[in-house]
C-alpha cells in the first residue's frame, strides 16, 4: 500500500522509513529548496500570507495531534495559542527575557494550561468535551483582559521582534525563514510524534476508548498528553505570530480562529500530516481570495455582499467538504498518488 | 435587599428567554442526537426578522410573529433536508462541524441581507408595566417571560398529547423500533429542525425588543449551551430549572461582583465557569440520563 511499483520492504528499517525511495528523498529536497527560496521570487505581500500559513500549519500539527489522532476536539485552541502568546510577550517585554528562552517557557505555559482544561476531558467526551474547550477559551481570554496592570488588557502590549546575537529578525524575509523553519520542524515531530508508543496509544483512544482501556492503555496519561503535546503547538504558534505581529492583544485570538483551525482539518483531512499542511494552505488562500475578491464584489454590487462573501465561502466549503468528501484533501492526494503509481494498470 | 430582588427578577427574566433557546437545543439532541452549534444563530436570525417584519413593513405584532413563523418552518426543513440529512450516521465532530458552518453561513447570510448592523425595535412591542412594592419590572421583560412560559407550556403539550409529538419522543428513546412501529424518522428529524428554528426565532424577537439585533446576539446561543450542560442535555425540565438558575446566578454574581472586578464584564464568562465546573463533577447534568457505554 502507498509504495512505488516494484518497491518491496525487505527489512525493519525499510518498512519505517517515512521517505521510501530516491525520488521521494529528491522531492523532499527540491521542495525545500523551493520554500526557502521563496523570499528571493515573491515581495513582501506574499512572504506574509506564507509566514502566516507557516504559523496557522504549526498550530493545526498541534490540534491535529488532539483531535485527529486522539480524538479530543478541542475548540479553544485559539485561546491555548493566547496563553503561549502572552507568556512570550511578558516574559520578553517585562522581563528581558530572549525570544529563544521565551518560546520554550511559552511552549511550556500553554501545555500546562492546556492539561488544567483538558482534565474534563477524563471523564467526558464530543461535544462536552467541546464545550469544556470553548468553555476554556472565553475563560483565558477574560483573565488576560483581567489582569489590565500585567498585559494591558484590551489595550494589549507591544512585543520586540526575535533577535539572535545582534542579528534583529526585522525583514518579513528574515521572518519568513524563522517560522519555515520552525514549521519544518514541527512538521517533523508531528509526523513522528504518531509513530512512537503514545501516538498509536492515541489512535487507540481514537479509535475506541473502552477498548483501548481494556487493552491497558492509560486513558488518563495519554489523553493529558494529547493535550500537552497539542497545545505546545498551540504555544509556539501563538508566540511567532504575536513576535511577528510584533504587538499582543486579546483580538489576535478569535474564538473563531478556533472554528477555523478545526475547518482546516476537516478540509484537509482528520489523522493526516499533509492534510494539516494542505488544509492549512487552503483555507488561508481562500481568505486571500476573498480579500483580493471582496472590493472588486464591494465595487460591483454592495459592501454588504463583500463583508458577508468570506463567511459564507469559508462555512460552504466547510459544509461541502463534509458533504461530498469527509476524509479530506489528503485522501484525494492519496488517491492521485495511488493512480499515478499504478498507471497505465488499474490495480 | 431591594437591589438583591431586582437582580433576582430581572435575572428570572433573562434565564426564562435562556430556558427557550435551550429547548430548541435539547429536541434537536434528543431526537437526532445532533448538537446544534447554531442555536445562537436561529436567535440572532429571528432578531433580524422581527425587525424585518415589524420596521421594514409595519406589519402588526401577530402578523409579525406568524410571518417570523412562517420563515423558521421554512429554514428549519431547508436546514434539515440539505445540509443534516447527509450527516446521519456521521461521527459527532462531522456533524458538530456541519452546524458551526451552518452557522457562519447564517451569520454571512445575516451581514448580506442586513448589512450586519445594529437594529432595535424598541417600543413596538406590547409591553406591560407592573410594580411591586420598589421592585420594578422592565415592561418588555415580562412579555418576554410570558411569551417563554406560553411556548414552553405549548411544546409540553405538544410532546405528551399529539401523534407527532409522541413520534418525536419515541423516536428520542430508540430510532430501530420507532421505524419498524411505522414512523418516518427522516420526518421526525425535520419536524426536531423546524420546532427548533421555531423557538429560536421566537427567543430573538423577544431578546431583540428588549436589547437590540447584531451579530453578537448569537452569542446568547453559548449561554444556552450552559443552560443545557447544567440541566441535563436530554431533559427538557432540566433546560427550564437550569435556564432559571443560570440567568438568576449570572445576574446576582453580575451584580455583586463586577464593581470588585477592573475589567467587568463576568456576566460574560459566568456561563463558561458554571459549563467548566459541571463537566468536571457531574457531567451527565443535573437531571440528564447517565450514559452506559459499551464497546
Known sequence: ?347 | MTFFLQLMVSGFALGMVYTLIAIGFVIILKCSKAFNIAQGHFVMIGGYLGFTFLVTFHLPVWASLLAAVAVAIIMGLLIERLTLRPMVGQPVLAVIMMTIALSVVLEGLATLVWGGEYKTYHGVLPTITLKVGELSIPPETLIGVIVSIIVVIILMLFFRYTRSGLAMMATAEDEQVVQSAGIKVTTVYALSWVIACIVGVIGGIILGGVSGVMIPLANVGMKAFAVVLLGGVNSIGGAIVAGIMLGVLENVAAGYLDPLLPGGGLANVFPFVVMIIVLIFRPHGLFGLVEIERI
Request: glycine share 10%; proline share 3%; aromatic share 14%.
Open chain 1, 1 to 347: 500500500m502507498g509504495l512505488p511499483s516494484g518497491t518491496f520492504n525487505q527489512g525493519y528499517a525499510q518498512d519505517m522509513a517515512i521517505f521510501r525511495t530516491r525520488t521521494q528523498w529528491v522531492m523532499l529536497f527540491a521542495f525545500l529548496i523551493l520554500l526557502f527560496a521563496c523570499p528571493l521570487f515573491f515581495g513582501d505581500r506574499i512572504l506574509t500570507v506564507l509566514t502566516i500559513i507557516g504559523i496557522s500549519i504549526i498550530s493545526v500539527h498541534g490540534l491535529n495531534i488532539l483531535t485527529g489522532y486522539c480524538n479530543q476536539i478541542s475548540m479553544g485552541h485559539a485561546g491555548f495559542m493566547a496563553v503561549g502568546a502572552y507568556t512570550s510577550a511578558l516574559l520578553t517585554a517585562k522581563l528581558d527575557f530572549s525570544f529563544w528562552a521565551a518560546l520554550p517557557c511559552a511552549a511550556l505555559a500553554a501545555g500546562i494550561v492546556g492539561i488544567i482544561f483538558g482534565l474534563p476531558s477524563l471523564r467526558v467526551k464530543g461535544f462536552y468535551l467541546i464545550m469544556a474547550t470553548v468553555a476554556a477559551h472565553f475563560i483565558i481570554i477574560w483573565v488576560i483582559l483581567q489582569l489590565y496592570g500585567v498585559t494591558g488588557g484590551a489595550d494589549g502590549m507591544a512585543v520586540p521582534r526575535p533577535e539572535i546575537g545582534g542579528f534583529v529578525f526585522k525583514s518579513k524575509a528574515s521572518y519568513f525563514y524563522l517560522v519555515m523553519a520552525i514549521a519544518c520542524l514541527g512538521t517533523f515531530f508531528a509526523k513522528n510524534i504518531v509513530r512512537t508508543r503514545a501516538g498509536r496509544a492515541f489512535i487507540a483512544i481514537r479509535d475506541n476508548e473502552l477498548a483501548a482501556e481494556v487493552m491497558g492503555v492509560n486513558l488518563w496519561t495519554y489523553k493529558l498528553q494529547a493535550f500537552f503535546i497539542g497545545c505546545v503547538y498551540a504555544g509556539v504558534a501563538g508566540s511567532l505570530l504575536v513576535h511577528y505581529v510584533a504587538f499582543a492583544t486579546t483580538d489576535q485570538f478569535p474564538f473563531m480562529n478556533s472554528v477555523w483551525y478545526l475547518g482546516m482539518l476537516i478540509v484537509g483531512g482528520m489523522g493526516s500530516t499533509m492534510g494539516v499542511i494542505f488544509g492549512a494552505v487552503s483555507l488561508k488562500l481562500l481568505d486571500e481570495l476573498v480579500t483580493v475578491v471582496g472590493p472588486i464584489l464591494a465595487a460591483a454590487v454592495s459592501p454588504q455582499a463583500a463583508s458577508s462573501l468570506g463567511l459564507i465561502m469559508r462555512g460552504l466549503v466547510i459544509l461541502l467538504f463534509l458533504i461530498f468528501e469527509p476524509r479530506g484533501l489528503a485522501h484525494r492526494w492519496q488517491m492521485v498518488k495511488s493512480y499515478y503509481r499504478l498507471w497505465p494498470f488499474s490495480h
